[in-house]
């Protein structure tokens, strides 16, 4: 037994569900922590795309900027249906903590009302300036909004106040659900 982390050895594992409003809270906390995120999309084979992209939130909705002519790019305009994952930069048990978004995504179209609302979320500046560019004007491309139908979030710290460590956030303001885990033996 981890004299450290004697939760993390808790059998069975804890199956309670957080209150909406807690879950929202530990989600939103969640995107701020880093601006990088995985996007997946489904290939035109049906075989999956993951990519690192850079990301920035308002609320549960993503935004990123996909490279034109990319295989993102065109999954997405062939299909909507799109997953992403953060996963804080943290290692260890004890501080895992992650979310997968599942929605749709929309390319939002430069000069457009939904395109201005998500370049005030995206802080194109500051990814310029990483890139050693100077940031006169906002890029002209299309935007990538994402709006999550579903997130599942895992935290095993959660655990250790006798939540279930994966919860699900679903959009159409039901209670969230979890999923059942039990430790795995290597």
């Not at 489904?42 to 990319?70: C, D, I, K, W």
């Not at 799109?82 to 939002?108: E, S």
């Not at 979030?153 to 039901?174: F, M, N, T, V």
Request: aromatic share 10%.
């Amino acid at each position: 037994m981890s004299l450290a982390h004697p939760w993390l050895e808790q059998e069975p594992w804890p199956t309670a569900v957080m209150p909406k409003r807690l879950l929202e809270q530990r989600i939103e906390r969640l995107v701020t922590m880093t601006n990088i995120g995985y996007l997946g999309t489904t290939r035109s084979n049906g075989s999956a795309n993951v990519s690192p992209v850079e990301f920035y939130a308002h609320g549960f909705t993503l935004y990123m900027f996909p490279q034109p002519g990319s295989p993102k790019y065109r999954a997405v305009k062939r299909d909507s249906r799109v997953a992403f994952a953060i996963a804080n930069p943290m290692a260890g048990w004890a501080c895992v903590m992650g979310a997968q978004f599942f929605g749709r995504g929309t390319l939002l179209d430069p000069g457009t009302p939904d395109w201005e609302t998500g370049m005030k979320v995206f802080k194109w500046p500051a990814s310029h300036f990483e890139l050693g560019h100077v940031a006169v004007r906002p890029p002209p491309g299309q935007l990538l909004r994402i709006d999550p139908e579903r997130i599942v979030y895992s935290e095993h710290l959660l655990r250790k106040d006798g939540y279930a460590p994966r919860q699900i956030w679903l959009r159409d303001g039901a209670s969230p659900v979890v999923v059942p885990g039990r430790n795995i033996r290597l």
